[in-house]
């Protein structure tokens, strides 16, 4: 669930307020670190014409951003970076991968159902 909620959210901002919602490429990726054992998620929104001027960091801590701490640090355990600039967004989570694949099976089934 913390997982989906992350990629909703940043779905949801690239819409609003991001290139998504204009001329922009998408790309998102993700690897295992195999020495770490982290999931490495990278979300990259890149704009065909760079905005001017440039988007200048906020200091408010809105709900969005909010929910991304708490997901990723609370819930995950894990990190997250992200930069706006002239040319899009970039956000790059890297979460323990045990921490993701906690009670699931191959099938989708939960490993301990709840009565």
């Known amino acids: 669930m ?15 307020y991001g290139g998504l919602g204009t001329e922009a490429d998408l790309a998102i990726s993700g690897r295992v ?19 001017q001027p440039a988007p200048t960091p906020s200091e408010r801590v809105g709900f969005g951003s909010q929910l991304l701490q708490s997901m990723v640090e609370g819930r995950l355990g894990g990190t997250f970076e992200r930069e706006i600039d002239a040319t899009g967004f970039h956000f790059e989570l890297r ?14 089934e939960a490993a301990d159902p709840i009565s």
């Open 33 to 51: 670190c195999v020495d770490t054992g982290d999931l490495c998620l990278t979300w990259r929104e890149r704009l065909h014409v760079p905005r």
């Open 2 to 16: 913390p997982l989906s909620l992350i990629l909703n959210e940043l779905a949801t901002n690239g819409l609003k």
């Open 95 to 108: 979460v323990p991968l045990g921490r993701i694949c906690e009670g699931a099976t191959m099938s989708g």
